[in-house]
């Protein structure tokens, strides 16, 4: 029998153990989330396509690790979250960052494949990033990136810069200039 401590390092080592996707440079943990392997792999291979310096390691599931709770991802070295969203809805896209940050990521991928085949509705997910727009000057969340029919954009604080955001003329600007970076996704 394994004492606690033993159990938990042995599930560490076997934690760090990552094999390589078949399709794409994707390294996956062999303790990943298996409910979520096939929309984490999805996502990373996305991601890789569309960003060719990029490393994505699809994190092992269990908070034991480092008492971080689930974070799928590990782009280029910081953890970072996947948001399935369902709707086009800013409040999803806020909660979202919201429930990122709870689990110490400093990048959000909010994912939009769910709809894909809808129109799509970028004002409102420009409006829920925007909305997060203090989280990116405290460094918070230092990237997000948006995926949607095979293709990502990121968006991070530079794009904000010299922007007030309580300015109600520059806040509509800024969500403007991010719902065109959202076009791409077309």
């Known amino acids: 029998y394994f004492a606690n401590n033993d159990t938990l390092d042995a599930r560490k080592a076997v934690g760090e153990l990552y094999y390589k ?6 390294k996956i943990s062999a303790l990943a989330h298996h409910k979520e392997i096939a929309e984490n792999v999805r ?3 996305i991601l890789l396509a569309n960003f060719k310096a990029m490393s994505v390691l699809i994190r092992p599931h269990f908070k034991e690790f480092d008492k971080i ?21 800013a409040k999803n896209v806020s909660g979202g960052f919201t429930s990122a940050k709870e689990q110490g990521c400093k990048i959000v991928v909010i994912d939009l494949s769910k709809l894909e085949g809808k ?14 727009f203090r ?3 405290t460094g918070n969340i230092q990237d997000c990136y948006v995926i949607m029919n095979g293709k990502a954009v990121k968006i991070d604080k530079n794009m904000f810069n010299g922007f007030d955001i309580k300015n109600k003329d520059e806040k509509g600007r800024l969500t403007k200039i991010t719902e065109g970076a959202l076009n791409a996704l077309l």
């Open 69 to 89: 709770k689930n974070p799928e991802f590990a782009i280029n070295g910081i953890n970072a979250d996947a948001k399935r969203i369902e709707k086009f809805k």
């Open 135 to 137: 989280d990116f000057q």
């Open 119 to 132: 129109t799509p509705d970028f004002h409102n997910i420009a409006t829920g990033i925007i909305n997060r």
């Open 43 to 45: 996502t990373g291979r």
């Open 21 to 26: 996707d078949r399709l794409s440079d994707l």
